[in-house]
């Protein structure tokens, strides 16, 4: 759990994006489960990202 607090403002940052996304899924005719795991496996990694990113930058900005 202690994880997931660290990725937590980057999971705010990417959700509204990818839940947008994933409401084509839904038209699409895909089923709740398909739309949840794909959520999962694109907004994770995705706020992985950000939050390395926004880190890397931070300390590249107080050198």
């Not at 202690?2 to 990818?18: C, D, E, K, M, R």
């Not at 895909?30 to 990113?53: E, F, Q, R, W």
């Amino acid at each position: 759990m202690a994880y997931v607090g660290a990725i937590s403002a980057g999971l705010f940052v990417i959700h509204p994006s990818v839940r947008f996304l994933s409401y084509g899924l839904l038209a699409g005719g895909h089923s709740h489960a398909m739309v949840v795991t794909c959520y999962l496996a694109v907004c994770i990694p995705l706020a992985i990202g950000y939050t390395a990113l926004y880190k890397w930058l931070i300390r590249l900005l107080n050198k």
